[in-house]
């Protein structure tokens, strides 16, 4: 069993609220090579320990709960050309420190970056940005009708 397989059993355990048993803590405590960077885990230490806001029990759900909306799945298709565009076009931005940035970083900082910013607040309101701009370039009319002092 791999140890990404073994965390994650261990933190389903853990979010389930079940305690931990003989055989998985010796399976998280495997490693001794790094038992400085991360303390071992502790049967003792359980009784003090208190869990996070992750761990507190969700609210319960309504009795009556609106089906979810519908959801599609969409494959998207990249040429290699525009793949090999894209990774050229990252790797021109990166600093020059970095020394390997693969394919699959590349489109996924792509899709990442693109997603964040379809759910950022609309900044393009271009109402709003005009009235501003009228707002300054001119005082009120009534302001301006007021004769000049001499």
């Known amino acids: ?3 990404q397989v073994i965390l994650i059993e261990l933190f389903d355990k853990a979010c389930e609220g079940e305690v931990f048993g003989e055989e998985e803590m010796r399976r998280g405590n495997v490693d001794t090579r790094r038992e400085h960077a991360i303390p071992h885990l502790d049967l003792d230490g359980e009784k003090d320990y208190t869990p996070g806001p992750q ?3 969700a609210p319960s759900l309504p009795t009556d709960p609106t089906p979810p909306p ?3 799945w969409s494959y998207i298709s990249f040429s290699a050309a525009s793949l090999a565009a894209l990774k050229d076009l990252a790797v021109s931005t990166l600093p020059s420190s970095t020394e390997f940035i693969s394919t ?3 489109i ?3 899709i990442w970056l693109h997603i964040t910013r379809a759910r950022l607040p609309n900044q393009h309101n271009t109402t709003k940005k005009q009235a501003r701009a009228r707002a ?3 005082a ?3 302001a301006r ?3 000049a002092a001499s």
Do not use: G, Q, W, Y
């Open 1 to 3: 069993m791999t140890s």
């Open 55 to 57: 761990l507190v029990p």
């Open 70 to 72: 519908n959801c599609t």
């Open 104 to 106: 699959d970083d590349v």
């Open 108 to 110: 996924t900082a792509f």
């Open 136 to 138: 300054r370039e001119k």
């Open 140 to 142: 009120p009319s009534h």
């Open 145 to 147: 009708s007021i004769p």
